[in-house]
């Protein structure tokens, strides 16, 4: 179990501080700890992977789709081959179900060609284009206009934020320190590297790795000037039951005829089939919400690929959001303006005279596949930039999975004896799960939090009938009143007259 950290000690100094405890954040700690270093990870929230990590397509790319000598390219083929062996060091379910990129049409084949010399050129050797009858055969519901596909072996799938989770504590385990609800809110230079505020906490840091996705751009000017900007845009996913686990067998791309986005069909580890995204300015809308418009592309685009999909199997909608970058230019009256296209390979680096700074702006796809593989980099260029930093000759690479009741075989069941309550029926999760994953890592001090850990609320109910049994044992596990228990975020209290 590893030990819970929950307040920055004001006068500690740390070799690295890495901002943002999303997938990224999570990784570069994991491998800044196979290092003999002093490492803190600042996260703003209650819990780790609770933003873009929380809220994405959770597909494992083979690296056709990224141009040539592109670090996404080198990083995306390497990650996708090693991605058994992380999959099982970490213990996280990941399934090689291979993926099928179809078209329906002449412009959507010439896109198909493209990607498979794209892919051969990156180095993806299992790729073939098929026929739409052969596509068929492979996914019977495929709609009987597709006339080829672009098929991928090694594409798989995995829950982004199981990843997550299970890197810091990998991380954790080795070392590293996990600093929860501590908000980065100024950086200045100091004799030792950089002074780091979160609000009235202040501590010290020779290095600093900004991941804070969406908000990178702003952690870097609170050192330099701008080079760059986060612009995003919002995309909206619809989930259906394991009822509906039949209906697709293999990750589906339908690459429309017209320009734009075409539709994307996921069949999740969990056995559910994850529909989307669609792709929209933010607007006003909060980050995280989802709108009438971008569900309705996602249902529509979806059944244009598999036309009889079961959509009332639907349990769930969520948003996502995506940190489009620019390079920031000035105009000639000094204006600041961004580049007229967003950068589409990963932008890893320093600002001017801060070589121990650096930031990780912006990932989009494929960071959860490259997550590991961004890891190792960052914590290779901090550690080379250092300068002869020993290697932690006690850091262990292999994570152990808390046990999960739902993915037990019947003869594991009975050997729990008797006794084991459970609390969410549609997935089969016991009160000992729940309680264990509270103990287990800090930010279990949610339902959200709960549901990360143990897969409660995941089922058809969502929660409605194990939300009640979930607040209560929270309350008791963290000494707290019912009424203090929170959904995810700072206000979501659940109960009427929870803490203002
Ligand atoms: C719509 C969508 C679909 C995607 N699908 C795929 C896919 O199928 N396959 C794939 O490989 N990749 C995919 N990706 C990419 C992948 O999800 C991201 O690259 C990855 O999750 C980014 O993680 P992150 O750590 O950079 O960001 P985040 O998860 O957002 O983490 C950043 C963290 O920084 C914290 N933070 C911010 N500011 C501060 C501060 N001041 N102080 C302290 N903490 C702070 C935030 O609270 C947050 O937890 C997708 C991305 C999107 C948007």
């Known amino acids: 179990m590893v030990e819970k950290i ?19 954040g999570c990784f570069v700690a994991r491998h800044l700890s196979r290092f003999r270093l002093n490492v803190a990870v600042i996260e ?15 597909i494992i790319y083979s690296g056709y789709d990224h141009k040539p000598g592109s670090l996404k390219a080198r990083m995306c083929v390497a990650a996708n081959r090693g991605f058994g062996r992380l999959a099982d060091e970490l213990s996280v379910p990941f399934k090689r179900r291979g993926s099928l990129m179809a078209a329906a049409g002449p412009r959507g084949e010439a896109v198909l060609r493209g990607k498979l010399e794209q892919g051969i050129e990156n180095g993806v050797t299992d790729l073939s284009i098929i026929s739409g009858s052969e596509a068929r055969a492979r996914e019977p519901g495929l709609d009987p206009g597709v006339t080829l596909a672009l098929w991928s072996p090694s594409t798989g799938t995995v829950n982004p934020w199981e990843l997550g989770l299970a890197a810091i504590e990998n991380a954790m385990d080795n070392g590293a320190k996990l600093f929860l609800n501590t908000e980065l809110t100024g950086v200045s230079v100091a ?32 050192i330099s000037a701008p080079y760059f900007k986060i612009s995003p845009t919002r995309g909206d996913y619809i989930v259906l039951d394991t009822y509906a ?12 005829e017209e320009r734009g986005k075409g539709a994307t069909l996921v069949p999740t580890v969990d056995g559910n089939v994850m529909l989307g995204p669609s792709e929209e300015d933010p607007g006003d809308e909060p980050f995280f919400g989802t709108t009438a418009s971008g569900l309705r592309f996602v249902i529509d685009s979806s059944k244009k690929a598999v036309p009889a999909l079961p959509l009332e199997h639907t349990i769930r909608s969520f948003a996502a959001v995506r940190p489009n970058i620019f390079w920031t230019e000035k105009d000639a009256a000094g204006n600041l303006r961004l580049s007229p296209e967003s950068i589409n390979d990963f932008m890893i680096g320093s600002p001017e005279g801060h070589p121990l700074f650096i930031n990780v702006p912006g990932v989009k796809t494929p960071g959860l596949t490259c997550a590991d593989e961004i890891g190792k980099y960052v914590a290779e260029m901090l550690s080379d930039r250092l300068g002869s930093v020993p ?32 609390v969410c029926r549609c997935i089969g999760v016991t ?63 659940l109960i009427q007259g929870g803490r203002p």
Not at 44 to 58: H, L, M, Q
Not at 457 to 483: D, H, K, P, Y
């Open 6 to 24: 929950w307040n920055i000690n004001q006068t500690e100094h740390f070799d690295v501080a890495v901002i943002g405890g999303g997938l990224l």
């Open 44 to 58: 703003k929230n209650t819990d780790v992977c609770a933003e873009i990590s929380r809220a994405n397509t959770s």
């Open 191 to 222: 004799d030792n590297g950089y002074k780091l505020s979160c609000g009235a906490a202040e501590f010290t840091a020779r290095g600093v790795i900004n991941c804070a996705g969406l908000y990178t751009d702003k952690i870097n000017e609170m």
């Open 245 to 256: 686990r039949d209906v697709i067998n293999h990750i589906i791309f339908l690459e429309p």
């Open 391 to 422: 290697l932690n000759t006690e850091y262990d690479s292999r994570r152990q999975a808390p046990a999960r009741f739902s993915r037990m075989s019947p003869k594991e069941r009975l050997s729990l004896g008797s006794g084991q309550r459970i």
């Open 431 to 493: 009160e000992d799960e729940i309680r264990n994953a509270v103990r287990r890592t800090p930010g279990a001090v949610t339902v959200d939090g709960v549901k990360r850990r143990a897969g409660a609320c995941m089922g058809r109910c969502q929660g409605g009938f194990c939300t009640q049994r979930i607040i209560e044992i929270l309350a008791e596990e963290l000494g707290e009143n019912v009424s203090d228990i929170r959904k995810e975020g700072r206000e979501s209290y």
